[in-house]
């Protein structure tokens, strides 16, 4: 069983490439959320967060679920 908070390896394909992120469990689970609501796969979430990162892929996702929910935080504010 997977304790909250806990980081985990996970595989993944990015751009027809196979490699792995190291993850919370939590951040995973918001990424597949974030997929699903665009209707992609989170493969290909990832590959367009891979493609414009400026740091190590799994900080560059943390930032992109931190983004993404500050974002709707912000649409409901208003």
Do not use: C, P
Not at 56 to 71: D, G, T
């Amino acid at each position: 069983m997977v304790k909250r908070g806990e980081i985990q390896k996970r595989s993944v394909m990015l751009s027809g490439h196979a490699t792995s992120i190291s993850i919370e469990t939590e951040f995973w689970d918001i990424l597949k959320d974030i997929a699903a609501h665009k209707g992609v796969s989170i493969n290909y979430l990832l590959s367009e967060i891979d493609e414009g990162r400026t740091t190590n892929l799994s900080s560059a996702a943390r930032v992109y679920v931190l983004k993404y929910l500050i974002s709707k935080e912000q649409k409901f504010d208003n």
